[in-house]
């Protein structure tokens, strides 16, 4: 597991986040730092991933701002999810967002969307 602030410096072709914080006082701990999305956002050389709760970010009273203006980027060129994308193996015209939890188990639970 990486921390940004080990990160920093290293690039790779793909880059995963993932934002643990997720908390009705929308509390992100050091990542209200402009420095910090900074360094997350460039370190992909060709693509990116970011999987947390983006409430938690965008209201949060020290970040808030800087990571609405990243999460209203990535609405207004549609690259913004509201589940994590699922494309079926046998049927590939088939795409779908599970956004809940145990929501994938119950939908595909033999590897295919029912």
Known sequence: ML???????????????????????NGVGFMYSPERLNVL?????????????????TGS???GAIWGQMVNH??????????FPVQCKKHPQKIRLPDAPGEFDS????????
Request: one cysteine or more; hydrophobic letters at 30%.
């Open 74 to 83: 990535l609405r207004n060129k549609t690259h913004f999810y509201e589940g």
């Open 41 to 57: 956002l460039s370190r992909a050389r060709n693509a990116m991933i970011i999987v947390g709760n983006a409430s938690t970010f």
């Open 107 to 114: 939908r595909c639970p033999n590897g295919g969307w029912v």
């Open 3 to 25: 921390r940004s602030d080990n990160y920093q410096g290293e690039e790779n072709n793909i880059v995963i986040i993932s934002l643990t914080r997720s908390n009705p006082q």
């Open 61 to 63: 009273r020290k970040g």
